[in-house]
């Protein structure tokens, strides 16, 4: 900055020529001078003014407008905050297809100890011990009274177990505000649900998440503010589901079975209905997973959607079905199933060596022959078969609303010869789990239409994918009835529903890979009611069921399976609102004659 003299020369000399007094002209200079300074002072005060005021007017403004935001709002009772309560997320409540309750949150507390605050460690851990008798006294004495700041005694307590620790009066105790996850129903649809447990935790707050079942498949859902905790609704029909279980956990029980599993399928929409896996477990207090031994062997095995099985002659009916549907046969076309019959070198027989001779694909289902299925399947042929069975799903894990479902992927032939297309033919050769099986099934009932099969409730009926003809599925179903009324599942007829359905008895694999038990199968019976009309599938396997109760033990599924079966229809279908109606009978050709009279 150029600064002007108070005495410049130009000015000073004149007026001393002049006679005039230069101090004059330094005061005047200096008068100036100030007045420009004050001028500048004043300039910058006036826009720092003007800055302070705008702010004002800015902070004011946005005041008001939460005020009136606020005015338009619905009024709450304030909450207040605490530290870590960002982590706190209220997670929806999940419910069966009429709204029940299957899982629901419950408010309870976490127990807490900060040592160095406490007057009586001692006397402290001694009085907690007869509260939480897993707790050992020794251990929370070595915690009490050493130099540790922190210390989680309970995650979850009970409001009993609360007022009781409150009743210590010790102040190094403390509580911390828990939501948990509740399931009122116990072990009812333990395998769906899955279970919950704690993520990120806090002294005030823990996350909730989901660790197995539909909780971990849909957790981000449940977790979503965005949902406005609008409840998960399921297919699952709660008293359905307590029938089956009951009815499967019993039956169970009475064959003597190592484990048992049970589907039941809407063949319109592919909801399932009801969905069962024994042993069970309380998702309340899930068990941890095995550390040793065989994993099929933990309750938290699901064997409806893990357990990957050969399923035995079940698998008869899609052979039969599919050479109707490529025209290679009809219902009555005669196949010779008498032996021998040797495929690869290997022979293929009967059950207990039977030799049924010349029976028709109808008789062949309802005989279950293994010869005859797998002469249908030379018919049609290594490719055709595995394009057939890809379409129905047997090659992939099911897309199911289950994280386990990613487990039951089908074990099928690395090297796909006539032997293996003859084997799976019957059921042997390729392993699937049952829920495999309900969608293969549902496409047979529904006439024709794969669909997947889904937890979640659906509006109505689902197009599915088409997989076969009308006709070929409706011939299909006569040759499953006629296996209830006069063949291997007579047992699985319930007056008034007119079962349908087929009996599969597969030799169970040795654990190591060695061959096949001697006296121990996987037995399962697929129905499906009406068969007329159906309405729902139904899969029931049993794992190295025994029937006892004659002269020799009895293994085979239309001793073990289908009677189980057969109650369960008994039971669930009233409650699906099914009335008994009596079955529709074939048209007997009548001739009319004219009679003359007297």
Avoid at 195 to 217: N, Q
Avoid at 393 to 410: H, L, Y
Wanted: proline share 6%; aromatic share 6%.
């Amino acid at each position: 900055m150029i600064r002007t003299p108070l005495r410049p020369l130009a000015r000073i000399l004149p007026a001393r020529a002049k006679g005039e007094n230069p101090d004059a002209i330094e005061r005047e200079n200096i008068r100036l001078r100030q007045e420009a300074l004050r001028d500048k002072s004043r300039r910058r005060a006036e826009g720092r003014l003007l800055v302070l005021g705008t702010m004002f007017f800015c902070a004011f403004g946005v005041i008001g407008l939460r005020m009136g935001v606020l005015a338009q709002t619905e009024p709450a009772e304030p909450r207040a905050s605490a530290a870590g309560a960002g982590i706190l997320a209220q997670r929806a409540d999940i419910v069966d297809r009429k709204g029940r309750i299957l899982a629901t949150n419950f408010d309870t507390h976490s127990l807490y100890a900060q040592p160095q605050q406490m007057i009586e460690p001692e006397k402290t851990a001694e009085r907690l011990v007869k509260i939480f008798p897993d707790l050992k006294e020794d251990r929370l004495i070595r915690d009490f009274t050493g130099k540790r700041k922190f210390l989680w005694i309970k995650k979850k307590i009970s409001p009993e177990q609360m007022q009781a620790v409150h009743d210590i009066g010790e102040p190094g105790l403390l509580f911390g505000p828990r939501e948990m996850r509740l399931y009122p129903n116990g072990t009812l649809a333990a395998h769906v649900l899955g279970g919950a447990g704690f993520g990120r935790e806090g002294v005030h707050a823990a996350e909730v998440i989901g660790v197995a079942g539909i909780e971990k498949y849909y957790d981000e859902r449940l977790r979503d503010p965005a949902q406005n905790h609008e409840p998960l609704t399921l297919s699952l029909d709660l008293p359905v589901q307590a029938a089956m279980e009951r009815v499967l956990a019993g039956g169970m029980s009475i064959m003597n079975a190592k484990g048992a599993a049970a589907i039941l399928m809407d063949v319109q929409t592919g909801e399932i209905v009801s969905i069962a896996s024994l042993p069970d477990f309380d998702p309340n207090d899930r068990p941890r997973p095995l550390v040793q031994g065989v994993a099929a062997d933990s309750p938290l095995f699901n064997r409806a959607v893990q357990g990957v099985y050969e399923l035995g002659s079940t698998f008869k009916i899609f052979a039969a079905v599919q050479a109707m549907e490529l025209g290679l046969v009809n219902a009555d076309t005669i196949i010779d199933t008498a032996g021998p019959m040797r495929v690869g070198g290997f022979p293929i027989g009967e059950f207990r060596n039977k030799n049924y001779g010349k029976l028709s694909v109808s008789e062949i289902i309802v005989q279950s022959s293994n010869r005859g299925t797998g002469r249908l399947a030379l018919q049609i042929g290594t490719e055709r078969q595995q394009d057939f069975l890809k379409k129905l799903g047997f090659f992939d894990a099911v897309d199911f609303e289950m994280i386990e479902a990613s487990g039951g992927k089908p074990l099928v032939p690395k090297r796909w010869t006539d032997l293996s297309t003859v084997t799976i033919s019957y059921g042997h050769g390729l392993s699937s789990t049952p829920l495999h099986l309900a969608a293969g099934y549902a496409a047979i009932a529904n006439g024709g239409r794969y669909v997947k099969p889904t937890l979640l409730k659906q509006e109505g009926p689902v197009e599915g994918t088409r997989v076969m003809s009308a006709e070929a599925a409706r011939e299909a179903r006569d040759m499953l009835r006629r296996v209830v009324t006069s063949g291997t599942a007579s047992m699985g007829e319930v007056p008034g529903y007119a079962v349908g359905g087929k009996t599969g008895t597969a030799d169970k694999p040795r654990a190591n890979g060695g061959g096949y038990y001697e006296d121990k199968v996987i037995a399962t019976f697929a129905s499906m009611f009406p068969a007329h009309d159906p309405k729902y599938v139904l899969i029931v396997t049993l794992d190295e069921p025994v029937e006892t109760s004659g002269d020799k033990p009895r293994r085979t599924a239309g001793w073990t399976a289908v009677p189980i079966s057969s109650e369960i229809v008994s039971r669930v279908a009233p409650l699906l609102g099914m009335r008994p109606e009596i079955e529709p009978a074939a048209l007997v050709d009548i001739t009319l004659t004219s009679m003359d009279g007297d």
